[in-house]
């Protein structure tokens, strides 16, 4: 059987781990890690686990939903059907998704679910069905789950056609295909983009081919780094401290292996959680024995001569002998294969409105192209309809599922996408938990628990609002502050708190400033009437 748990949701109850714990096992104080394939002897104690969940948090497989991969002859290619009642489309319409991750296969549960029986046909660029990555970074790295069995459940019948391992190239939008590698091309009458994310490589490509050198986003990647680190390295360079290579450290730390993380920033997870916050991450790395070397550069990585990774130099001038080193320097969204589309595509991802209809170009919202997932970015109301990309595992299925219902929905009964963004990590022995958006922030301040105790709840504040909370091992509370968060309710709070500290005034969160994305010239404008006013995407709009 196969299950994942939704750790949004998630409050470290361990009813779970009381009831099935061959499977499930609490690490620290609340920090849930389980195996996403138990072996049948553990169906009854799982399914047990799982409907007594208080927050109905773990997902299971339906034994009976079907899977396969069709050859592209059985893909029809007809032209675009003509104008559809909802509840025709719903009956005959084709409907393709481009991205068979976790976004792409909850979409397609949801369209079958809102009563889709038309043609639904996902597209990936791996050969594997989808799968669940944040286990890559912890179980499956750590080596107590293989990578190939992280597999997401299957919550439905899905009727789907799959094509997998073939990559889409390119989108005609005048005849409404999606080009595949293969040379093949699909038609639709509407498409999800669910493209997602890829690792960003290390920058020069003959010390990225060194063996050792790596990224983790992939099953592959994650077998591979298991490998090595089970060849006991004499050290490991992490080079970037936000959350995966914060996660990989930790991992390194737990098997007895020596490794340095090497952060430009001022310290770790400073992105996401600004530097106040991110000090206390760093001096978690330190009190679990971590080398870390905060504004500090990797300058280069070389190689002996077999080709394999021996050393790393640094900025602050000290040489590194290691073997193994994991470049954790963010994501690449994919786009390219959109090029020439006429969307509003860029690095920043695809521009959509808060219904997951993608803008075109020109800034117009597109009828029938829908964008979900890591590689949208859409305005977000709470947080003054500022264009955000949100990547994060509740963001993906919260966003497909709106998709895929506005997808088969009249415009009068489609939803805005409004959750409130939430992100998890498991490091060290401590989970860490959000809610909103932290790096909206001006101020933060710790209102519950101890610092010194590593179990504390900071909230964020910005001009006088919360904007998000964060929690160390004290994420209970968290479900408390996402209401708090939707009626922009005032900050600091005005009400007490149960476990309140001596010290809980508001410090500048300390967010490096950052150019957005949003201020670049990624157009040029053409035509004087406004009738032949028309934008082209530029080059520099590109990864």
């Given at each position: ?13 361990a ?11 609490i ?30 948090a ?14 592209p002859?059985?893909i ?23 991205g ?15 009563g889709?029986t ?20 912890k ?6 789950v ?24 390119s ?14 091309r ?5 498409l ?8 960003r ?17 992939t ?8 490998q090595l ?21 930790s ?10 993380v ?9 992105a ?13 790395q ?33 040489t590194?002998d290691?073997?193994?080193a ?15 589309s ?7 991802g ?5 219904g997951c ?34 990547e ?8 497909a599922?709106i ?11 489609r ?22 958006v ?10 519950q628990?101890?610092?010194?105790q ?25 479900e408390?502050?996402?209401?708090l968060?939707?009626?922009?309710a ?7 708190h149960v ?6 005034q ?7 400033p950052?150019?957005?994305p949003?201020?670049d ?7 004087h ?6 934008a ?8």
């Open positions: 059987m196969r299950l994942a748990v939704d750790l949004t949701k998630c409050q470290g109850y009813q779970c781990a009381f009831l099935a714990p061959d499977v499930f096992t690490q620290g104080d609340e920090a849930l890690t389980y195996d996403p394939n138990p072996d049948e002897a553990q169906r009854k104690r799982v399914r047990r686990a799982a409907a007594a969940c208080p927050l109905q773990i997902q299971l497989d339906d034994p009976d939903a079907p899977y396969r991969t069709a050859h002859d059985e029809p290619l007809a032209a675009s059907s003509t104008q559809a009642t909802p509840d025709s489309f719903k009956e005959s319409g084709r409907i393709v998704v481009v068979a991750s976790l976004t792409g296969l909850r979409a397609a549960e949801r369209l079958r679910k809102e889709f038309g043609s639904l046909t996902l597209i990936g660029d791996e050969r594997h069905e989808p799968y669940d990555r944040p286990p890559l970074s179980q499956v790295v750590a080596g107590s293989p990578s190939e069995v992280t597999s997401l459940p299957r919550r439905r019948e899905l009727g789907a056609t799959w094509r997998l391992g073939v990559a889409a190239t989108l005609d939008l005048a005849s409404k295909q999606v080009h595949l590698a293969d040379g093949s699909i038609g639709f009458d509407k999800l983009i669910a493209t997602g994310v890829r690792a490589t290390w920058p020069n490509a003959a010390e990225a081919a060194l063996a050792g050198v790596l990224t983790l986003r099953r592959e990647d994650a077998a591979a780094l298991r680190l089970a060849e006991r390295p004499r050290r490991v360079l992490v080079i970037g401290a936000g959350f995966i290579g914060s996660e990989v450290a991992v390194c730390r737990e098997l007895g292996l020596p490794v340095t090497a952060e430009a920033g001022p310290a770790p997870l400073g996401a959680l600004g530097g106040v916050i991110g000090a206390i991450a760093g001096e978690l330190i009190e679990n024995g971590v080398d870390l070397r905060c504004d500090v550069r990797v300058v280069s990585l070389d190689g002996d001569a077999t080709g394999r990774l021996c050393r790393a130099r640094l900025s602050d001038g000290t590194l290691v073997d193994v994991v470049a954790a320097l963010g994501a690449v969204r994919n786009v390219e294969w959109l090029a020439g006429g969307l509003a595509s860029g690095r920043w695809v521009a959509c409105d808060a209809r993608a803008f075109d170009a020109n800034g117009l919202v597109t009828d029938d192209v829908f964008v979900a997932g890591d590689v949208s970015r859409a305005p977000q109301p709470m947080f003054g309809y500022q264009f955000l990309a949100i994060h595992w509740g963001n993906a299925i919260s966003q599922e998709a895929a219902h506005n997808m088969v929905s009249p415009e009068t009964e939803w805005p996408h409004l959750e409130v963004p939430k992100f998890w990590s498991v490091q060290f022995g401590t989970e860490i938990k959000s809610v909103g932290p790096s909206t922030a001006d101020e933060v301040a710790i209102v628990g101890s610092v010194a590593r179990r504390f709840l900071a909230a964020y504040g910005y001009k006088g609002r919360i904007v998000a909370a964060v929690a160390f091992n004290h994420n209970k509370w968290l408390f502050y996402e209401p968060i939707e009626q922009a005032s900050f600091p709070p005005v009400f007490h476990d309140e500290p001596a010290d809980a508001p410090v500048p969160a300390r967010f490096q950052t150019a957005s949003t201020q010239a990624t157009v040029v404008v053409t035509g009437y406004p009738n032949e006013r028309r082209r995407l530029t080059d520099r709009s590109l990864p």
